[in-house]
């Protein structure tokens, strides 16, 4: 009798090889471990460090040193097309961008340490979530790199500091800030009750400001000064910390 092949035997076949395929992809990237490219200096960097470190993932970090134009050759265009740092390697998955990279983290490890995209949440507090990560980097995210910049930055690589422009970004994220001092009087973290991405997405920037003579746009908001104090005195972030520079 010639023997035939069903559609349920060849489902099945399917489904073993897919499984057999993401368990080897697994042992490789087990084997492999997790690099970051990037710089310890690199607030970019720091964001996907922050977070590897709230998941207690270990990792290499492999310097892409900008000041050498390493981050334009051709090794490093493959993995990162746009030029830029950070870029995480995890086996086959390489990925660019520090946000997007930070929601793989949350994603992968989603049961390590803190939930931070309330995966477990309502539709509602997933979405408060979204929300406070969009608002960081669409409002928070231009003013504060800007003013950084100029402020602590540039002096760094040499230039001068341009006071005006320090001035005009330190107004724009004024503006923003008072809205996340009327947010935080209300909710102890900006999603919500919890800690989560959108707050730790926010640490990087947030310790370079009060690096700069612009720290009390801080200090001087009560219940955002409660909040810097709480999220910047976590283990993670106190680990993630002792390996920047200054
Ligand atoms: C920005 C990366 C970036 O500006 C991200 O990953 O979040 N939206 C991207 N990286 C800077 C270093 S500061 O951390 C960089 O690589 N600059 C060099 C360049 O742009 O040529």
């Known amino acids: 009798m010639p023997s035939t092949t069903t559609a349920s035997e060849v489902e099945a076949a399917t489904l073993i090889a897919s499984k057999r395929e993401r368990e080897e992809r697994r042992e490789r990237e087990e084997r492999m471990g997790v690099k970051v490219y990037g710089m310890p200096m690199s607030t970019n960097t720091v964001r996907v460090l922050a977070a590897l470190n709230e998941k207690g993932v270990e990792f290499e970090?492999?310097?892409?040193?900008?000041?050498?134009?390493?981050?334009?050759?051709?090794?490093?265009?493959?993995?990162n097309p746009f030029g830029q740092i950070p870029v995480l390697e995890d086996g086959d998955v390489v990925l660019?961008?520090?946000?997007?990279?930070?929601?793989?983290?949350?994603?992968?490890?989603?049961?390590?340490?803190p939930d931070l995209l309330l995966s477990g949440g309502t539709l509602a507090e997933r979405a408060a979530v979204d929300l406070w990560l969009e608002v960081e980097s669409q409002q928070f995210g231009p003013p504060i790199a800007a003013l950084v910049y100029e402020a602590l930055i540039k002096p760094m690589l040499g230039g001068a500091t341009d006071a005006a422009v320090v001035e005009a970004q330190a107004a724009k994220l004024e503006k923003v800030l008072d809205v996340y001092e009327a947010r935080l009087a209300q909710s102890k973290y900006l999603a919500g009750a919890e800690f989560t991405l959108a707050d730790l997405n926010h640490i990087p920037y947030t310790n370079y400001?009060?690096?700069?003579?612009?720290?009390?746009?801080?200090?001087?908001?009560?219940?955002?000064?409660?909040?810097?104090?709480?999220?910047?005195?976590?283990?993670?972030?106190?680990?993630?910390?002792?390996?920047?520079?200054?």
Request: net charge positive; hydrophobic share 45%.
């Open 61 to 79: 970090l492999v310097i892409v040193d900008l000041r050498t134009g390493a981050h334009k050759q051709p090794d490093f265009l493959a993995r």
């Open 209 to 246: 400001l009060m690096k700069t003579p612009k720290a009390s746009l801080v200090t001087s908001r009560p219940h955002l000064l409660a909040w810097w104090q709480d999220v910047s005195s976590r283990a993670a972030w106190k680990k993630t910390a002792a390996g920047i520079p200054f």
């Open 96 to 113: 660019f961008e520090s946000r997007g990279i930070n929601r793989y983290i949350a994603t992968k490890y989603a049961e390590a340490g």
